[in-house]
């Protein structure tokens, strides 16, 4: 029994660290890969990993997040069947989309309970991170774009996603400094914090700038602030000082176009229009598949510009309401948690990507992609604070 008990732990083991890899894998590909397919090849293995390893983690259906988290995936992937143009090929990518995630964020979750995932992630995301922004820097300045504003490279490249994304590198950045003596490594960390922010306000997205502003605050403020009541009441002061700063801005006229100088950017626009087509498909949505087009004037807007409007778009006031559910259980989970440093990392994702989808995203259920970095990651780490494993494996875990 001692020998099985040995074999067991080892491939335990072995097995936590693949699904780390092809973790940390997933997440550089995104950054440094033109393609989205491409990208995705680490996702498809830890999938399959994953489903062959089922009694390894089967007992994470006691977990509410996940349950929470599931019925909004099937709703999504279920909507596929009430779309407007459906299309088979179509509704079965939507399905391996669902279960990729799915996967994703169990596999994360397990992690959770060692250490190897969280040393990878912070380094992956430092290294490679700041090398991105530095390409993209590079050849921000060699081509000079007409709109002066910088791009990602290869899938990051749109303004605002490029700009969210290493807003997210920007926090794994952050926490390595915080993790490292100071030496030739923390100042080449502190130089990369410089690119990356430097890339966000080349960017030139108003958007972006506010988003991650808010995220960096919350990632600095749960490592300043000891008690969780005080960092929810200095983040919600924080927020409600940003936001009447913006406002007065708005609605000064001497500012009005340093802050919105592309005006609303059709926003009011796109959104009416959206709320027009979905008058007799409020509960349920016009489904995943349906086109959500605006036309505005000679301008082709391609999607609704807000998650929370895509929600109801794709799946009515049911899948915002799932949606809810999940940001609501997996913020609770990581307030519940507090002193976790992966908890503040998340928090700080959080607030970056719930204020950003104001008026930004669309995308949920997606290959590996931003959603993935901006609302999944950190789905994903509070499900694995709130996941309750044996000690036993804990312990051959750690």
């Given at each position: 029994?001692?020998?099985d ?22 997440f ?21 990993l ?48 669902v ?8 596999a ?7 250490g190897q995932?969280q040393?990878?992630?912070v ?39 490029a700009a ?16 490292t ?16 922010v ?27 602030v ?38 609303d ?26 086109s ?6 000679a ?16 799946g ?18 990581l ?5 976790s ?21 669309h ?8 959603s ?10 509070a ?7 044996p ?8």
């Amino acid at each position: 029994m001692l020998l099985d008990r040995v074999k067991s732990t080892v491939l335990v083991g072995d097995r936590i660290q693949w699904m780390a890899l092809l973790i940390v894998s997933s997440f550089v590909a995104v950054l440094i890969l033109p393609s989205q397919s491409r990208a995705s090849y680490p996702s498809y293995f830890l999938a399959l990993l994953m489903f062959a390893t089922y009694p390894h983690w089967k007992d994470v259906f006691s977990v509410g997040l996940l349950r929470w988290t599931v019925a909004l995936l099937l709703w999504l992937a279920a909507s596929t069947f009430w779309s407007q143009e459906f299309d088979l090929r179509d509704a079965s990518s939507v399905w391996v989309r669902v279960v990729l995630v799915l996967f994703f964020i169990v596999a994360v979750a397990e992690c959770q309970f060692r250490g190897q995932l969280q040393r990878w992630m912070v380094s992956a995301m430092t290294l490679v991170g700041a090398s991105a922004v530095l390409v993209a820097l590079i050849n921000f300045l060699l081509t000079q774009p007409e709109d002066s504003r910088l791009n990602g490279m290869g899938q990051l490249d749109t303004h605002v996603i490029a700009a969210l994304v290493y807003g997210v590198s920007l926090l794994f950045v952050m926490r390595y400094v915080m993790q490292t003596q100071p030496g030739i490594k923390r100042t080449a960390a502190y130089v990369a914090c410089a690119m990356i922010v430097l890339s966000i306000i080349l960017s030139d997205s108003r958007n972006a700038w506010v988003s991650v502003t808010l995220g960096v605050m919350a990632f600095v403020l749960a490592h300043r602030v000891r008690d969780v009541k005080q960092f929810v009441a200095a983040l919600a002061a924080g927020g409600l000082l940003v936001a009447m700063v913006l406002m007065l801005g708005i609605l000064s006229d001497p500012l009005r176009d340093l802050i919105l100088p592309r005006g609303d950017s059709f926003r009011l626009e796109v959104w009416s229009e959206t709320l027009n087509r979905l008058q007799g498909h409020m509960i349920a949505g016009r489904g995943i598949l349906t086109s959500d087009d605006v036309v505005v004037g000679a301008y082709l807007m391609q999607h609704p510009h807000s998650m929370y409007l895509s929600m109801v778009h794709q799946g009515g006031l049911i899948a915002l309401g799932l949606y809810l559910m999940v940001l609501l259980s997996a913020i609770k989970t990581l307030l519940a948690n507090y002193d976790s440093g992966d908890a503040k990392l998340a928090l700080g994702i959080f607030v970056t990507a719930l204020s950003a989808h104001l008026l930004d995203g669309h995308e949920l259920v997606d290959k590996v992609g931003s959603s993935w970095f901006l609302i999944w990651l950190p789905v994903a780490v509070a499900m694995g604070l709130s996941w309750t494993r044996p000690r036993a494996l804990a312990d051959e875990n750690s």
